[in-house]
Nanobody, 123 residues
Framework: QVRLVESGGGLVQVGDSLRLSCVASRRSFGYYAMGWFRQAPGKEREFVAAVSWSGGNTYYADSVKGRFTISRDITKNTVYLQMNSLKPEDTAIYYC????????????????WGQGTQVTVSS
């Protein structure tokens, strides 16, 4: 089993930056891919970014390309999401997710989820 805890959310203004962190605990040291998803009020949870177990491959939604960067520190079991040039449409609860194996871009591909952290971008 994997337990995930996100942190780093908050209230910022348009154009500002935030860095989210997610610390993972698991029973064994298997190959776990990590992803970030977000959910705004009244909308379905959507893919934001993902990184492979080795950190060598990254994937991004078109809406965040060039602004967000996902990375991981394997030794610390931690994944990060650096968010720059934030827009009001980025406002959502951001969730960290994990799955054993390759990275995916849909919610159903992930097995473990964190509690979420709120990001609010005001204009």
């Amino acid at each position: 089993q994997v337990r995930l805890v996100e942190s780093g959310g908050g209230l910022v203004q348009v154009g500002d930056s935030l860095r989210l962190s997610c610390v993972a605990s698991r029973r064994s040291f298997g190959y776990y891919a990590m992803g970030w998803f977000r959910q705004a009020p009244g909308k379905e949870r959507e893919f934001v970014a993902a990184v492979s177990w080795s950190g060598g491959n990254t994937y991004y939604a078109d809406s965040v390309k060039g602004r967000f960067t996902i990375s991981r520190d394997i030794t610390k079991n931690t994944v990060y999401l650096q968010m720059n040039s934030l827009k009001p449409e980025d406002t959502a609860i951001y969730y960290c997710a994990s799955r054993y194996g390759n990275a995916g871009v849909t919610t159903t591909e992930y097995d473990y989820w964190g509690q979420g952290t709120q990001v609010t971008v005001s204009s």
